[in-house]
């Protein structure tokens, strides 16, 4: 009895120990164009220099402060895309926005960042009342207003939230997609979850975790 139960005890530490060099091991790979075919790259250092990032915005968040890339160097963040009055996914994306902003809110490594589009309507004082009403801790969770064929352009050529993948669009095509796009310290893509569904939105966090060990 007494050797059964030591063999058991070691099992039991031989696979705990196995399940944590194992999620040591686990990485994310890195994602360059509207496809999202997956790359492996054991350090972002052995990336490719023309490998996406993405590039430098200007836009307005909800306090009517500048925002840039520069606020998030260093930092991991989820980016959306919406807008205020809209009656269908949104309200739904934004909940589970919180929920991330929840699991986050005292980690200074983690911002989040949602892109109005329709800017002209979404003013400074409107997303300001909205981010009032929902509870959106300024600090960890910018909501953006500004040109909007720079946002625009932000979620088509940098985030690729769009599923209608080989389709162009126009310029005066709306954008409207429920897709959450993860990006790492450096600015790299590194990985793309329907902000509707929950198992996705509880894979984005296990995701987030991942990166925080390993970037």
Known sequence: MRIKLWLIIGLACFACHTSENADKDISLPYYSDAT????????????PDDFHRISDFNLINQNGE?????NFQGKIYVADFF?????GICPKMTDNMLELQSHFIDDEEVLLISHSV?????SVPVLKA???RKGIASHRWHLVTGSRDEIYRMGRDEYFVEEDLGLTKEADEFLHTENFVL???HGYLRGIYNGLNRTSIAKLIKDIKVLKRTS
């Open 83 to 87: 807008f205020t009055a809209c009656p």
């Open 130 to 132: 909205y981010a009032a």
């Open 36 to 47: 999202f075919t997956p790359h492996w790259h054991k350090r972002n250092s052995n990336l």
């Open 118 to 122: 329709t800017p002209g309507r979404d």
């Open 66 to 70: 500048s925002v840039s890339q520069s």
């Open 183 to 185: 990006v790492d310290h």
